[in-house]
């Protein structure tokens, strides 16, 4: 079997440390009252990652930017630093995890006035590219360790998934943190933490995998010693969602009950690499959920398992597959015989003044979802995913 | 003829003043010195506003949203405020403008790793509604005065223009400033400036013109004695762009050289008010420019009148038509005969090698445009838009 896997199509890089030595003594000063993972297992081969696509298409990390003049404009730092004060951000959990303050803007709610799951998304990026850029080592701009520089690896994304509880609303100061983690021998973890700044409260939780993949051979890699060495002491033990929650995608053929067929990126789809970002296969497979979800459930919790990379002039196949038929086919005859137009405030009024509906409420929806390429022999998949989609509650508690 | 006008797509809301007398002294403390409009002329016929539109179509305010919740979370300031710690902003201009830093995050720039202008746009409504809210008047959300909501009466936009002459990079930090004027006697102008926060280089500029709108009727209204008396002394005699470089759009018709038809909006280009984000309107324009401009060029200025808004179910054409056709076929051949494929730098070089191209440089490409919705009748306006192109150049000064 082929363990090449492609390059991720968004940048949700992660990363690092600047100590050439895996210090214990020094480990346990910056990770003060963490439980750090400072077991090094001997490499395995490669094959054993459950990780593997099947693609190998040629992505290049080439830009033509000037480094030099970027980076005087960027003012990227050479050293790690513990505050940016103009992005809001610190580092914390005792010099290894990083903790930015945002406001939610005007443009990244939807009409309900609360952000979008792709402003989660977009923010989820950022923060991660950002405790990058305080680790000091920021080379290529996408996460790369001098160690993996030197050994031509590049980390690549194979699984994602948020759970939100609450969507942040407009004007609304919220607070992201996000660590890294060991997984299993060759991989890291990703997690985020997103709470509101006035209660604390967690609004939404995050965890991604990554691994390295040589960028010429576009093969999966195990992790070398020395990159080991940079990386290790940055990881803790703490995970922001329970890993038992983990479930394999099924593959979803022809036979899904919902098909978008001839989706063409366009130009202002395309990222840094000039790969379709992660919104819009986002977009992608939310086009394809019915109407009547979207208007009286929210999207809950998403998982993405990323196959292959998605080029400019790929065309693209939205598949998507409702878990429960039935369930979702009773919503949607409850919501129009009660003539719900205005999904947030009836729902809450449903679910306050009517018990039958609260059953419901603790089974959340599931969809399937597959975005795959028209292949010559065969289609090749480029993400797979999952969504819950929960009924739209009233207002949050709010305890400032 | 009549004088009705549709609601904005989008939420470009300007403001205010919480003083409900002009009292002069009281003027000249916060303008210390800046020149104040101050002069009070008599209401006019709004016949005289050159700026009606022809639709007049049923936008709501309306939200289901929990406002005194809504208000606890998102913390609106009762309040003038002077500094704004969490969106760092600040009152400025001796008390009527608005500055705040912002970094361009991962996610807001393309492929050559600068902000899009969709990123600068949704920064001008960020940083307008920013001023509002700082101004301790903030009441439906949208900008409106207590007189306006007294008199029932919201903002529209009926035009905007942005000149950028230099795209912030990934991860560099500018300083957007904004202020209000006076627009003739019923209107109010929005101007912005972007600046390198290391050079204080002016990236961008920008300006908006504003009318009043009654909600009921959606007929533009003259400014009542009121709202001017709120409004006026936040006005300063400051123009970011030269009133002299306005000129009018031409209207296109189906004579026009590239059309996109059919297109629709998303459920993810809808914003606050329901309506298509002002995003969505530029990527529609911006999709109908041959892809030999996008490489070679980069977009250095657009006008943009807006006629109605576009709501969920339009269904939308988008016309565009070059405005000297032959230099823009000539670039093509020019591009194509030197192998131009990654424009950013090819191009520089051509311009530093060939001193053919240079005359070029000194005439932008410019496109007329127009999206529309297909009428029984006839076809409605939506917005009309000029764009201007210049020639990608190498990296910008830099003095730190």
Same sequence: chains 1, 2.
Avoid at 111 to 125: F, M, W
Avoid at 298 to 325: A, F, H, N
Avoid at 339 to 350: C, D, H, L, Q, T
Avoid at 366 to 375: I, N, V
Wanted: net charge neutral; glycine share 8%; with cysteine.
């Amino acid at each position: 079997m082929s363990v090449t896997f492609s390059y991720p199509t968004s940048v949700y890089v992660v990363r690092c440390c600047s100590m050439i030595e895996n210090n214990d003594q020094h480990k346990q000063q910056m990770n003060s009252g963490i439980k750090v993972n400072g077991s090094y297992r001997s490499p395995v081969k490669v094959d054993s990652l459950s990780l593997a696509g099947e693609a190998s298409s040629a992505a290049t990390l080439g830009h033509v930017v000037s480094v030099i003049e970027t980076g005087q404009r960027q003012n990227i730092p050479t050293k790690k630093q513990l505050v940016d004060p103009n992005r809001q951000g610190l580092i914390v959990e005792g010099g290894v995890g990083y903790r930015q303050t945002v406001v939610i803007r005007s443009y990244e709610v939807g009409p309900d006035k609360t952000a979008t799951l792709e402003t989660i998304l977009n923010l989820l990026q950022e923060t991660a590219l950002n405790h990058v850029w305080m680790s000091g080592l920021l080379g290529d701009g996408f996460g790369a360790t001098h160690g993996m520089i030197r050994n031509n690896l590049i980390w690549v994304v194979s699984r994602m998934q948020v759970l939100v509880d609450y969507y942040p609303i407009w004007g609304e100061v919220v607070k992201i943190e996000t660590w890294v983690g060991a997984s299993g021998k060759n991989g890291m973890r990703r997690d985020w933490l997103i709470r509101s700044q006035a209660s604390g409260l967690i609004f939404a939780r995050a965890t991604s995998t990554w691994v390295m993949m040589n960028r010429k051979t576009r093969r999966l890699s195990k992790m070398p010693e020395e990159v080991r060495k940079e990386i290790a002491p940055w990881f803790i033990e703490k995970h922001a969602i329970m890993e038992d929650a983990y479930e394999k995608i099924a593959k979803l053929d022809k036979e899904a009950k919902y098909i978008n067929s001839d989706l063409k990126p366009k130009r202002s789809d395309l990222d840094m690499n000039n790969h379709v970002n992660n919104v819009k296969y986002l977009r992608w497979m939310l086009e394809t959920i019915p109407d009547q979800v979207l208007e009286s459930h929210q999207l809950s919790g998403i998982t993405l398992e990323y196959r292959r990379e998605c080029g400019s002039s790929d065309i693209v196949q939205s598949l998507c597959e409702p878990e429960e038929d039935e369930i979702v086919n009773d919503i949607g005859k409850q919501d129009y015989s009660t003539g719900i137009m205005n999904g947030f405030s009836m729902a809450s009024e449903i679910i306050k003044g009517n018990g039958i509906l609260a059953c419901l409420e603790q089974n959340p929806i599931k969809f399937t979802h597959l975005l795959q390429l028209k292949g010559e022999k065969q289609n090749e998949e480029i993400v797979r995913g999952r969504t819950t989609w929960k009924r739209k509650l009233g207002p949050i508690p709010f305890s400032p």
